[in-house]
């Protein structure tokens, strides 16, 4: 760029067949081989193909879509020549760190939330079309089965990240300025992006209690890094810090690769029958369920 930083502009996706969390029958192995990698992969595909018809009717309803509308990707995340088995580096076991009692709680009470269905107000925020999931619109932006493209904007003062999914947009300041007072909360947080040489850090707190990502507080802190690595490649790293929700901090990267793009437009309240229907579905159950037995 013309202030001598990297240039992060572009359409990216972030699909990736890598989990989360390293499956325990990989226990120990923070990487595989190119043929168990193979291997590995296909298996993964075959489980998340969901124009398979097995399973019997109720099953193949489960599975909702099918392929058309997933973006899972066809690989591993490739890090330095290795095929990675998770997201998460740190723990070095690649599984997220247990949560703390508060945190367990705090999950158990937003799980009997969204059984709720007495009202619109009740529903998960991605199904209000408020914003999208906290893992994938971030921080951190971690992939999902679908939409899973974003777009960097870069100025002097600012980074803009367009987020496909539900179509939200995360503004990150560069002009030094601190966070916000602790009482101004925000669905994504308050991003403050820094240069530390070649990568751009990002801050960000300030999230409200809503936000919830994997059982997180109004507490959580997240650190991003963003490292162009080449022409098609920016390494993404994040550090997750919730004191009260984790019983440590914990670390995660993969790449973001280059998209043709574009993105096109979410647009998720137009024709959102979705929402509706859940209600009516739960209207419906209630009153099945107050039938007298024959």
Same mark, same amino acid.
């Given at each position: 760029m013309a202030d001598g930083h990297p240039d992060l502009q572009g359409i990216w996706t972030n699909t990736t067949l890598t989990p989360l969390e390293r499956s325990p029958d990989l226990a120990g192995k923070p990487a595989l081989t190119e043929d168990e990698a193979t291997a590995f992969e296909k298996q993964i595909l075959d489980r998340v193909n969901f124009d398979r018809r097995d399973g019997g009717a109720e099953t193949d309803v489960t599975r909702a879509y099918n392929n058309l509308f997933m973006d899972r990707g066809t690989q591993l995340a490739t890090i330095n020549g290795e095929k990675r088995t998770s997201i998460v580096v740190d723990p070095p076991d690649g599984r997220v760190p247990p949560l703390t009692s508060e945190g367990s709680e705090r999950v158990d009470t937003r799980t009997k939330e969204m059984q709720r269905m007495d009202g619109t107000q009740n529903r998960p925020l991605a199904e209000r079309c408020i914003m999208g999931q906290a893992s994938t619109s971030g921080p951190p932006m971690l992939p999902g089965p679908y939409?899973?493209?974003?777009?960097?904007?870069? +100025? @002097? !003062?600012?980074?803009?990240?367009?987020?496909?999914? &539900?179509?939200?947009?995360?503004?990150?300041?560069?002009?030094?300025r601190p966070h916000l007072p602790a009482k101004v909360r925000q669905w994504m947080g308050d991003s403050l992006g820094r240069w530390e040489g070649d990568t751009l850090v990002v801050d960000t707190t300030n999230f409200t209690d809503k936000t919830g990502f994997r059982g997180s507080s109004d507490g959580l802190h997240v650190v991003e890094r963003f490292t162009r690595v080449d022409a098609n +490649? &920016?390494? #993404?790293?994040? +550090?997750?810090?919730?004191?009260? +929700?984790?019983?440590?901090?914990? &670390?995660?990267?993969? @790449?973001?690769?280059?998209? =043709?793009? @574009? &993105?096109?437009? #979410?647009?998720?309240?137009?024709?959102? #029958? =979705?929402?509706?229907?859940?209600?009516? !579905? =739960?209207?419906?159950?209630?009153?099945?369920?107050?039938? @007298?037995?024959k």
């Open positions: 939409n899973n493209n974003y777009q960097i904007v870069q +100025t @002097p !003062g600012y980074v803009m990240i367009l987020v496909e999914q &539900i179509h939200d947009v995360r503004i990150i300041r560069l002009d030094g +490649t &920016i390494l #993404y790293q994040f +550090t997750i810090d919730d004191a009260s +929700t984790f019983t440590r901090a914990w &670390i995660g990267e993969y @790449p973001f690769l280059a998209a =043709a793009g @574009p &993105i096109y437009e #979410y647009a998720c309240h137009e024709g959102n #029958y =979705a929402l509706g229907d859940i209600l009516r !579905g =739960a209207r419906l159950e209630e009153k099945v369920a107050q039938k @007298p037995a």
